[in-house]
């Protein structure tokens, strides 16, 4: 039998790709002064499979096994879309995201979190209704039409002000670095922009966005790009943030 806190937690679920066990047991902490017991989550996790709610699968060896919604078990708590799932070109990426993401919430608790997911869903057309671009930005692709693009998480604060959160674990060309951050900065809806990354990285992050934030200084913009570095993502643990750019936000 589904409880409410079955289904408040499929709901969880449902905002990204996948989760691990550990990551939904992290996540009930930080709503109750009483977090369930991993054994707890795995009977769960277990009913659930049980039902078809969910599939699970281990995708990689250095990481646990992971669970995601299936289309039931999207329809069962009303959520749109299409049933995820990892992508293998995109695991760890994913992962940590949601370790980040959580880490961003416990350290801003009362901003709400806008993933991916639900950024897609509420800006995709129905028979009903136009999309409404809240969180997307466009911006010229190569071709010279404009492209609407998502960043990995939004949160919004409690006056509204929108602040990305872009975690990268691969090395983007500079390039298209630099075109990204250069139009979330010129986009009136978002107030500020903070990129995430480990080690190797952050000097290459903090030399593009050293360079956007110039830019924009310049042309008497506000907003400006904060680079952080990310501690302990994937591990298990909790993840610690350090300021790794000029300015923070």
Avoid: C
């Avoid at 699968?57 to 049933?83: C, D, H, N, Y």
């Avoid at 070109?89 to 880490?103: E, K, P």
């Avoid at 997911?117 to 129905?126: G, Q, S």
Wanted: proline share 5%; hydrophobic share 40%.
């Amino acid at each position: 039998m589904l409880t409410e806190r079955d289904e408040r937690l499929l709901k969880w679920v449902g905002r990204w790709p996948f989760v691990s066990v550990d990551q939904i047991v992290r996540e009930t902490a930080r709503w109750s002064e009483k977090p369930m017991p991993k054994r707890v989550v795995q009977r769960r996790v277990a009913e659930w499979l049980r039902l078809g709610l969910v599939e699970r699968e281990k995708i990689m060896a250095a990481f646990p096994p992971v669970v995601w919604l299936t289309r039931e078990g999207l329809r069962l708590v009303g959520l749109k879309g299409q049933s995820a799932g990892p992508r293998v070109s995109q695991f760890r990426h994913d992962y940590v995201l949601t370790d980040v993401a959580h880490a961003i919430m416990v350290d801003r608790p009362t901003h709400t979190l806008v993933t991916e997911r639900e950024m897609r869903a509420h800006e995709t057309p129905t028979q009903h209704a136009d999309a409404d671009e809240r969180y997307s930005v466009r911006r010229l692709a190569t071709t010279g039409r404009a492209q609407r693009f998502y960043p990995d998480l939004v949160t919004v604060t409690p006056s509204g002000r929108q602040i990305i959160h872009e975690f990268e674990n691969t090395r983007k060309d500079s390039k298209r670095l630099r075109r990204i951050m250069d139009t979330y900065i010129r986009s009136e809806h978002i107030a500020a922009i903070r990129y995430y990354g480990e080690g190797a990285l952050i000097p290459h992050l903090v030399n593009v966005a050293d360079g956007a934030n110039q830019t924009a200084l310049e042309r008497g913009l506000n907003t400006s790009v904060t680079v952080v570095e990310v501690h302990g993502a994937g591990s298990g643990e909790a993840v610690e943030f350090a300021p790794a750019g000029r300015t923070e936000s």
